[in-house]
């Protein structure tokens, strides 16, 4: 049995997902420290898969997910090799 989900929770979501982004973005211009920064640009990542998801709820196509995939695929390496090469500039000073 196959339920739709209402056009107005999706909406209602793409807006939350949107003010998160709005604050998270303000995180990453404004944040005190280059910690912030990388937590902020890690949570950007996951609230335009958060919008990549439900914009394939919107138009029913699986074929978004593969990207949702690459997406976090990337941006945990990115958020890795950051975290790794501050910690290497820090063992140097």
């Known amino acids: ?3 739709e989900i209402p056009e107005i929770v999706i909406y209602t979501g ?5 003010l998160a ?4 973005f303000v ?3 404004r944040g005190p420290s280059v910690n912030d920064r990388i937590a902020a640009m890690d949570l950007i990542a996951s609230i335009v898969t958060g919008f990549i998801i439900i914009y ?5 196509s ?3 997910i593969d990207v949702v995939i690459i997406i976090s695929l990337i941006s945990f390496i990115g958020t890795i090799a950051i975290s790794t090469y501050l910690r290497q500039k820090r063992k140097s000073l």
Do not use: D, G, I, P
């Open 14 to 18: 793409l807006a939350f997902l949107l």
């Open 56 to 60: 394939s709820m919107l138009w029913k």
């Open 21 to 24: 982004l709005l604050l998270s």
């Open 62 to 64: 699986e074929f978004y």
């Open 27 to 29: 995180r990453l211009v």
């Open 1 to 3: 049995m196959m339920h």
